[in-house]
């Protein structure tokens, strides 16, 4: 009965076991690469952080692979029980995954990656953009108001499954609930291992006498 309603499209599955958990750091080997804690003041390294193509592609990545996943096992109608549930718990099984190996794969010991971008493109593609951009509306200002940056995880995935429950079906509260884990998953890490969330973004001209920006 399961094999009747569990539908695989394999070679979409394997590029989006690709695309999500390749881990962002195996690109990020440049001498021009530098991480900053996101706790610190950012006044004078904020466009060099949102002008690091790398962030960019880790939305388009991550956006990309979540919606290969979503096709390559499609929810039946007609399902029931197992069948039905199957599948949302693989997607979502993966989701959290790929956050964690993005987020514990640093370079920078005793550090660990603030995936923003990476998470982003997950949800807009886990759900409608419209449940993403809402909650991403919510939670940037509530995370800019409080100045604490690494909360900004866990106020998106509480806005994200909120926002999907007035704009979404009560039968796909299980997917947004998988997506909400998967953007708090940062968050919870380096609060339970006492990691200091980092950055990455690419440096300007350095002198010999004045190292840039040290992460301590």
């Known amino acids: ?17 690709f695309l999500l958990l390749t881990p962002g750091s195996l690109f990020y080997r440049s001498k021009k690469i530098r991480y900053r804690e996101i706790s610190r003041e950012w006044d004078d390294h904020l466009v060099r952080v949102l002008a690091h193509g790398l962030h960019a592609i880790d939305l388009v990545r991550a956006a990309l692979g979540t919606w ?3 096709e390559a096992l499609p929810v039946e109608r007609d399902a029931h029980g197992l069948a039905k549930y199957t599948p949302l718990f693989v997607q979502g099984l993966v989701q959290i995954l790929a956050v964690w190996l993005q987020t514990v794969t640093c370079p920078e010991p005793e ?7 990476f998470v982003i493109g997950l949800l807009l593609a886990g759900s409608s953009p419209a449940i993403a951009a809402f909650a991403c509306a919510l939670a940037l200002p509530l995370t800019m108001g409080a100045r604490t940056p690494g909360a900004f995880f866990p106020l998106l995935g509480l806005t994200h499954l909120v926002a999907g429950y007035f704009f979404k079906e009560e039968g796909g509260l299980l997917g947004l609930g998988f997506g909400a884990i998967a953007a708090m998953v940062p968050f919870v890490w380096a609060l339970l291992f006492r990691r200091e969330l980092v950055i990455a973004y690419r440096a300007g001209r350095l002198s010999e006498d004045q190292p840039l920006d040290p992460l301590r």
């Open 1 to 17: 009965m399961l094999a009747r309603y569990l539908i695989v499209d394999w070679p979409q599955f394997f590029a989006a076991i």
């Open 68 to 70: 290969l996943l979503l």
């Open 111 to 117: 550090h660990a990656n603030a995936p923003f971008a």
